[in-house]
Protein backbone atom coordinates (compact mmCIF):
# COMPACT_ATOMS: atom_id res chain seq x y z
CA UNK A 1 0.00 0.00 0.00
CA UNK A 2 1.41 3.37 -1.33
CA UNK A 3 2.58 5.98 1.74
CA UNK A 4 0.24 8.78 2.77
CA UNK A 5 1.26 11.96 3.51
CA UNK A 6 -0.05 15.31 4.95
CA UNK A 7 1.06 18.43 4.44
CA UNK A 8 1.23 21.26 7.12
CA UNK A 9 2.56 24.17 7.98
CA UNK A 10 6.02 24.52 9.57
CA UNK A 11 6.71 24.44 13.65
CA UNK A 12 9.84 25.77 14.84
CA UNK A 13 9.98 22.23 16.42
CA UNK A 14 10.81 20.83 12.87
CA UNK A 15 13.35 22.55 12.69
CA UNK A 16 16.31 19.70 13.22
CA UNK A 17 14.24 17.63 10.67
CA UNK A 18 14.46 20.14 8.00
CA UNK A 19 18.20 21.49 8.49
CA UNK A 20 19.09 17.69 8.16
CA UNK A 21 16.52 17.10 4.72
CA UNK A 22 18.54 20.28 3.53
CA UNK A 23 21.75 18.47 4.53
CA UNK A 24 21.14 15.65 2.53
CA UNK A 25 19.96 17.93 -0.72
CA UNK A 26 23.33 20.02 -0.28
CA UNK A 27 25.27 16.34 -0.59
CA UNK A 28 23.96 15.38 -3.45
CA UNK A 29 25.61 18.33 -5.16
CA UNK A 30 23.00 19.06 -7.90
CA UNK A 31 20.45 20.90 -5.47
CA UNK A 32 22.26 24.28 -4.51
CA UNK A 33 25.54 26.36 -4.33
CA UNK A 34 25.56 25.83 -0.72
CA UNK A 35 27.81 23.65 0.80
CA UNK A 36 26.17 23.13 4.89
CA UNK A 37 23.25 23.76 6.48
CA UNK A 38 23.13 27.22 8.41
CA UNK A 39 21.98 27.14 11.78
CA UNK A 40 18.37 27.16 12.48
CA UNK A 41 18.27 31.14 13.63
CA UNK A 42 19.93 31.87 10.39
CA UNK A 43 17.36 29.76 8.39
CA UNK A 44 14.28 31.17 10.20
CA UNK A 45 16.20 34.38 9.74
CA UNK A 46 15.94 34.30 6.00
CA UNK A 47 12.71 32.46 5.47
CA UNK A 48 8.97 34.13 5.58
CA UNK A 49 7.11 32.74 8.37
CA UNK A 50 3.87 32.69 6.84
CA UNK A 51 4.56 29.94 3.94
CA UNK A 52 6.77 27.41 5.30
CA UNK A 53 5.70 23.84 4.92
CA UNK A 54 6.57 20.38 5.58
CA UNK A 55 5.43 17.04 4.29
CA UNK A 56 4.73 14.17 7.16
CA UNK A 57 4.35 10.58 6.79
CA UNK A 58 2.17 8.31 8.27
CA UNK A 59 4.30 8.28 11.66
CA UNK A 60 4.62 12.28 11.88
CA UNK A 61 8.44 12.39 10.33
CA UNK A 62 9.11 15.36 8.74
CA UNK A 63 9.86 13.78 5.01
CA UNK A 64 9.53 17.47 2.93
CA UNK A 65 9.59 20.99 3.62
CA UNK A 66 9.48 24.42 1.24
CA UNK A 67 9.70 27.83 2.09
CA UNK A 68 9.92 31.05 0.52
CA UNK A 69 12.45 34.18 1.08
CA UNK A 70 11.30 37.73 0.08
CA UNK A 71 13.70 38.16 -3.16
CA UNK A 72 14.06 42.12 -2.01
CA UNK A 73 13.05 44.59 0.25
CA UNK A 74 11.77 47.19 -1.81
CA UNK A 75 7.89 47.46 -1.82
CA UNK A 76 7.19 47.04 -5.44
CA UNK A 77 8.82 43.31 -5.18
CA UNK A 78 6.40 42.47 -1.96
CA UNK A 79 4.83 40.29 -4.05
CA UNK A 80 8.04 38.03 -5.49
CA UNK A 81 9.44 35.64 -3.42
CA UNK A 82 12.23 32.56 -4.39
CA UNK A 83 11.07 29.13 -3.27
CA UNK A 84 13.08 26.03 -2.31
CA UNK A 85 11.88 22.36 -1.76
CA UNK A 86 13.83 19.28 -0.64
CA UNK A 87 12.45 15.93 -0.23
CA UNK A 88 14.43 13.27 2.56
CA UNK A 89 15.76 10.79 0.29
CA UNK A 90 13.57 7.88 1.28
CA UNK A 91 10.23 9.89 0.56
CA UNK A 92 11.64 10.64 -2.94
CA UNK A 93 10.10 10.13 -6.35
CA UNK A 94 6.47 9.40 -4.01
CA UNK A 95 4.85 12.35 -4.75
CA UNK A 96 5.53 14.63 -1.94
CA UNK A 97 7.11 16.98 -3.63
CA UNK A 98 3.89 17.42 -5.72
CA UNK A 99 2.31 17.68 -2.67
CA UNK A 100 4.41 20.40 -1.17
CA UNK A 101 5.12 22.42 -4.15
CA UNK A 102 0.69 22.28 -5.10
CA UNK A 103 0.17 23.66 -1.00
CA UNK A 104 3.62 26.08 -1.21
CA UNK A 105 1.59 28.11 -3.95
CA UNK A 106 -1.94 28.30 -2.30
CA UNK A 107 0.29 29.86 0.73
CA UNK A 108 2.08 32.06 -1.31
CA UNK A 109 -1.23 33.48 -2.68
CA UNK A 110 -3.41 33.52 0.40
CA UNK A 111 -0.25 36.01 1.56
CA UNK A 112 -0.47 38.24 -1.83
CA UNK A 113 2.30 36.64 -3.73
CA UNK A 114 1.99 36.83 -7.58
CA UNK A 115 5.61 35.65 -8.25
CA UNK A 116 6.92 32.34 -7.12
CA UNK A 117 10.74 32.09 -8.37
CA UNK A 118 13.55 29.66 -8.51
CA UNK A 119 17.30 28.56 -10.00
CA UNK A 120 17.45 25.20 -10.41
CA UNK A 121 20.93 23.22 -11.77
CA UNK A 122 20.25 22.11 -15.21
CA UNK A 123 21.38 18.73 -14.12
CA UNK A 124 18.24 18.45 -11.33
CA UNK A 125 16.31 17.05 -14.30
CA UNK A 126 13.81 15.76 -11.47
CA UNK A 127 13.35 18.92 -9.66
CA UNK A 128 13.03 20.94 -13.15
CA UNK A 129 9.74 18.54 -13.95
CA UNK A 130 8.16 18.67 -10.91
CA UNK A 131 8.48 22.67 -11.28
CA UNK A 132 7.20 23.05 -14.84
CA UNK A 133 4.40 20.35 -13.81
CA UNK A 134 3.68 22.97 -11.47
CA UNK A 135 3.19 26.04 -13.52
CA UNK A 136 6.14 27.46 -13.07
CA UNK A 137 8.08 28.19 -16.65
CA UNK A 138 11.47 29.03 -18.11
CA UNK A 139 12.97 32.13 -17.82
CA UNK A 140 16.32 31.46 -19.49
CA UNK A 141 19.33 29.72 -18.10
CA UNK A 142 22.02 31.65 -16.53
CA UNK A 143 25.08 30.09 -18.62
CA UNK A 144 27.91 29.32 -15.13
CA UNK A 145 26.49 31.15 -13.01
CA UNK A 146 28.53 30.13 -10.06
CA UNK A 147 31.41 27.89 -9.06
CA UNK A 148 29.93 24.66 -6.85
CA UNK A 149 32.46 23.42 -4.11
CA UNK A 150 34.36 20.77 -6.65
CA UNK A 151 35.61 23.85 -8.67
CA UNK A 152 32.81 23.10 -11.73
CA UNK A 153 30.74 26.00 -12.83
CA UNK A 154 27.43 25.60 -13.46
CA UNK A 155 24.44 26.91 -15.08
CA UNK A 156 21.30 27.92 -13.60
CA UNK A 157 17.71 27.06 -15.07
CA UNK A 158 15.62 30.48 -13.96
CA UNK A 159 11.98 29.63 -13.67
CA UNK A 160 8.90 31.70 -11.78
CA UNK A 161 5.35 30.73 -11.64
CA UNK A 162 3.10 33.71 -12.58
CA UNK A 163 -0.47 33.60 -9.86
CA UNK A 164 -3.57 33.71 -11.87
CA UNK A 165 -5.17 34.65 -8.84
CA UNK A 166 -2.82 37.47 -7.18
CA UNK A 167 -1.59 40.73 -8.97
CA UNK A 168 -4.04 40.87 -11.27
CA UNK A 169 -4.99 44.28 -12.97
CA UNK A 170 -8.24 44.63 -12.46
CA UNK A 171 -8.63 48.68 -11.94
CA UNK A 172 -6.68 51.79 -12.69
CA UNK A 173 -4.54 52.20 -9.88
CA UNK A 174 -4.76 55.05 -8.07
CA UNK A 175 -1.33 55.58 -6.74
CA UNK A 176 -0.74 57.04 -10.37
CA UNK A 177 -2.79 60.12 -11.75
CA UNK A 178 -5.08 59.51 -15.11
CA UNK A 179 -3.07 59.45 -18.52
Known amino acids: MP ?41 DAAHRADCR ?6 AGR ?11 ARSVYRGVVEEGVYIAVDARGQGVGTMLLAALIDATERSGIWTIQTGIFAENVASLRLHEKAGFRRIGIRERVGED ?13 RSDRVGQ ?9 PS
Not at 3 to 15: K, N, S
Not at 53 to 58: E, H, I, K, P, T
Not at 149 to 161: I, S
Open 3 to 43: ETFIVEPMDPADGDAVLAIYADGIATGDATFETAAPDWATW
Open 53 to 58: LVARDG
Open 149 to 161: ATGRWRDVVFLER
Open 62 to 72: VVGWAAVSQVS
Open 169 to 177: VTERSTDHP
